[in-house]
């Protein structure tokens, strides 16, 4: 069953050195969706260490949960985020949502 559209939940502003943290979750797809996060239409890695961006954030990103949490947010963070779930029957994507830091 393909996914329906993810429920995101993005901060609409975080001070800077705060933690954020940013949700997406659907239930109809099966099977299990996995989520990935995109800032400005570019995708998050999900691993902060290995982007090859050079982007100083850390952040943590479950693609079992599509929880994505800023351990310590910095300028660079501000943007439009926007979610996908994916499984093998297709995908679903929620509205891009600012966050401001």
């Known amino acids: 069953v393909k996914p329906m559209t993810p429920r995101c939940s993005v901060p609409k502003a975080v001070p800077v050195g705060k933690s954020a943290s940013l949700h997406c979750h659907e239930n109809e797809g099966f099977p299990k969706s996995t989520y990935s996060w995109y800032r400005n239409s570019e995708p998050l890695s999900p691993d902060s260490k290995s982007s090859t961006k050079p982007h100083n954030s850390s952040y943590t990103l479950n693609p079992a949960t599509g929880t994505l949490v800023f351990h310590a947010v910095h300028k660079g963070d ?17 509205e891009e949502q600012e966050m401001e830091v």
């Open 78 to 94: 501000t943007g439009r985020y926007s979610c996908i779930a994916t499984n093998e029957a297709g995908f679903a994507k929620c």
